[in-house]
T-cell receptor, first 115, second 115 residues
Framework: AQSVTQLGSHVSVSEGALVLLRCNYS??????LFWYVQYPNQGLQLLLK??????LVKGINGFEAEFKKSETSFHLTKPSAHMSDAAEYFC?????????????FGGGTRLMVKP | GAVVSQHPSWVICKSGTSVKIECRSL??????MFWYRQFPKQSLMLMAT?????????EQGVEKDKFLINHASLTLSTLTVTSAHPEDSSFYIC???????????FGPGTRLTVT
């Protein structure tokens, strides 16, 4: 069984400020972890993923996330927010190859960027 | 690469009619496709998983006779909402996964409105 908790359904930052979106997971097997972004009335776009290896992963649009097993976390960060980053962000976990790669999503965090 | 399309992007139908939604992987072979439902301001809820050439596996609480899924080829899966009712109005999103890879690529979604 696996689950994802995203702390903060809404996060507001000023343009140029640090973006930090929190994600904690639980999984009975070594997890694969993902961050997706969704713009209004669109599907989800993969930002980055962690499967194995380096725990700090870099994605598109300047985002990165760090897998911390001891904290069961996979927080998403970006050093400097842009207006175009305003969107809904979803953290997801899968149980790896043994779980058919089914994704379990967190509740989502809406990022708002103030000018 | 890894583009998934959905058709139609939006559809309005009358109560009691059936609607078919297509999901295509444009530049890769999707051995597994997933169908999700998303209510406004909520996360994605997995409805079913389909593997090419076999019957779909439905999540608990999803009526398989109402939501017919066909995955006839490695690039096409269809979701048919039969005898649609207003409560079936929602945003339906498909995703596709290539064999041997962990990530899912999402289509742009289909907005279904049943009047």
């Amino acid at each position: 069984a696996q689950s994802v908790t995203q702390l903060g359904s809404h996060v507001s930052v000023s343009e140029g400020a640090l973006v930090l979106l929190r994600c904690n997971y639980s999984s009975s097997v070594p997890p694969y972890l993902f961050w997706y972004v969704q713009y209004p009335n669109q599907g989800l776009q993969l930002l980055l993923k962690y499967t194995t290896g380096a725990t700090l992963v870099k994605g598109i649009n300047g985002f990165e996330a760090e897998f911390k097993k001891s904290e069961t976390s996979f927080h998403l960060t970006k050093p400097s927010a842009h207006m175009s980053d305003a969107a809904e962000y979803f953290c997801a976990v899968s149980g790896g190859q043994n779980a058919g790669n089914m994704l379990t999503f967190g509740g989502g965090t809406r990022l708002m960027v103030k000018p | 690469g890894a583009v998934v399309s959905q058709h139609p992007s939006w559809v309005i139908c009358k109560s009691g009619t059936s609607v078919k939604i297509e999901c295509r992987s444009l530049d890769f072979q999707a051995t597994t496709m997933f169908w999700y439902r998303q209510f406004p301001k909520q996360s994605l809820m997995l409805m079913a998983t389909s593997n090419e050439g076999s019957k779909a596996t439905y999540e608990q609480g999803v009526e398989k006779d109402k939501f017919l899924i066909n995955h006839a080829s490695l690039t096409l899966s269809t979701l048919t909402v039969t005898s649609a009712h207003p409560e079936d109005s929602s945003f339906y999103i498909c995703s596709a996964r290539e064999a041997g890879t962990p990530e899912q690529y999402f289509g742009p979604g289909t907005r279904l409105t049943v009047t």
